[in-house]
T-cell receptor, first 116, second 113 residues
Framework: GAGVSQSPRYKVAKRGQDVALRCDPI?????LFWYQQALGQGPEFLTY????????KSGLPSDRFFAERPEGSVSTLKIQRTQQEDSAVYLC??????????????FGSGTRLTVV | GQQLNQSPQSMFIQEGEDVSMNCTSS?????WLWYKQEPGEGPVLLIA?????ELTSNGRLTAQFGITRKDSFLNISASIPSDVGIYFC?????????????FGTGTRLTIIP
């Protein structure tokens, strides 16, 4: 597609529920990133992939967070046993390695997760 | 997680005024980026800087990559209503296998009618 697509746009989860957030990157983009943005803050890095390889997951806040990109395109961020502190906007971004100097990252519109 | 120090936190200006904001880090970055974010949307890239000392313009926007590689500033000239939003700086090491961005805390720009 023309841009990075994320779904759902909004998710309300009861505390303890598992959620799955989906990201469709721009076709052909090698690198895919997940960021978490709390209210009033800048985005914070969670994890990133080059193709299907997860090269850095140092930003995942706990072992309840898990991300995958099995075929090197669509990615899913899964949060198990959600807690109230997980409430945030989850942003996905992608970039093409060969055009990184020109275009940088393209971000999706995010999924706003609210845990009640 | 680490966030870069960005100032000011918010700005209230009149249309037509110039705007200046800056970003500092305790770490060196090889790339500095400036993004704008509007409500309900993801950040949109405004300017990318790849070399220490570099000064780059994009229309009414001008940004500089600090010589020490630990800071950057963004200027907006002759502000217009569509400039309203939150501006974020971001730094990147830019090595293969290490592409993550570290964002600033944001500057919220409001234009007073």
């Amino acid at each position: 597609g023309a841009g990075v697509s994320q779904s759902p746009r909004y998710k309300v989860a009861k505390r303890g529920q598992d959620v799955a957030l989906r990201c469709d990157p721009i076709s052909g983009h090698v690198s895919l990133f997940w960021y978490q943005q709390a209210l009033g803050q800048g985005p914070e890095f969670l994890t990133y992939f080059q193709n299907e390889a997860q090269l850095d997951k140092s930003g995942l806040p706990s072992d309840r967070f898990f991300a995958e990109r099995p075929e090197g395109s669509v990615s899913t961020l899964k949060i198990q046993r959600t807690q109230q502190e997980d409430s945030a906007v989850y942003l996905c971004a992608s970039r093409a390695w060969e055009t990184r100097v020109l275009y940088g990252y393209t971000f999706g519109s995010g999924t706003r997760l609210t845990v009640v | 997680g680490q966030q870069l120090n960005q100032s000011p936190q918010s700005m209230f200006i009149q249309e037509g005024e110039d705007v200046s904001m800056n970003c500092t880090s305790s770490s060196i970055f090889n790339t500095w980026l400036w993004y704008k974010q509007e409500p309900g949307e993801g950040p949109v890239l405004l300017i990318a800087l790849y070399k220490a000392g570099e000064l780059t313009s994009n229309g009414r926007l001008t940004a500089q990559f600090g010589i020490t590689r630990k800071d950057s500033f963004l200027n907006i000239s002759a502000s217009i209503p569509s400039d309203v939003g939150i501006y974020f700086c971001a730094g990147e090491i830019s090595n293969f296998g290490n592409e993550k961005l570290t964002f600033g805390t944001g500057t919220r720009l409001t234009i007073i009618p």
